[in-house]
């Protein structure tokens, strides 16, 4: 029986790979670069939010404040006139990844230990599995873990569907390369 404790070596490697390929992907080709458009007058839109002093959030514009609300007919002639939006305000500050890229390669961690459990139990009774057998558990595994939670911001949050697609396919590769890792050093 292959244990979870003998998979540290996949783990570790399918994290750093796919740490690198999100780093390839998303800053040395243009795929995600049109995520996120711009507001138009950006600056008169964020000097005028900057009045507010919002603090760190998720925010709806409109906001029903309850379930009820939806029904009532303030709330529903604010959705008419608009604009209608999810907005995430974030501290202020300059820019720093430091914090959001040692999560993001925790969560790679993460990622391959829960596909390498999700093997060693569907492979228990055969140690030296099949390159294709733990390619195929593995994979299914961190694509699920890394894309299928997406189109929930497409259907609930009005994300754009495109954008969407684009960072299931990123899921996609982390699932194959996730996968690979796992086939190769699979404990024989």
């Known amino acids: 029986m292959v244990s979870l404790s003998s998979l540290w070596m996949p783990i570790l490697l399918s994290a750093v790979i796919v740490f690198l390929l999100s780093f390839l992907i998303h800053m040395l080709t243009p795929f995600h670069r049109g995520d996120w458009g711009r507001l138009p007058k950006e600056d008169d839109v964020q000097a005028a939010l900057r009045a507010f002093n919002i603090p760190p959030g998720d925010y709806g514009l409109p906001n029903p404040g309850s379930p009820a609300g939806l029904r009532d007919a303030a709330f529903i002639e604010k959705m008419k006139r608009g604009p209608v939006a999810f907005i995430t305000v974030r ?16 969560y790679t961690i ?34 699920f873990c890394y894309s299928m939670g997406m189109p929930q911001n497409s259907i609930w949050g009005g994300r754009s569907w495109a954008a969407t697609i684009r960072m299931m396919i990123d899921g996609l590769i982390y699932g194959l390369f996730t996968a690979g890792t796992f086939g190769w050093l699979w404990p024989r």
């Open 91 to 106: 501290p202020s500050g300059a820019p720093s990844m430091g914090n959001s890229l040692v999560l993001w390669f925790l």
């Open 110 to 143: 993460v990622v391959s230990a829960f596909s390498g459990y999700i093997a060693t139990r569907a492979l228990a009774l055969t140690p030296g599995a099949d390159y294709l057998q733990v390619f195929r558990f593995v994979g299914a595994s961190a694509f």
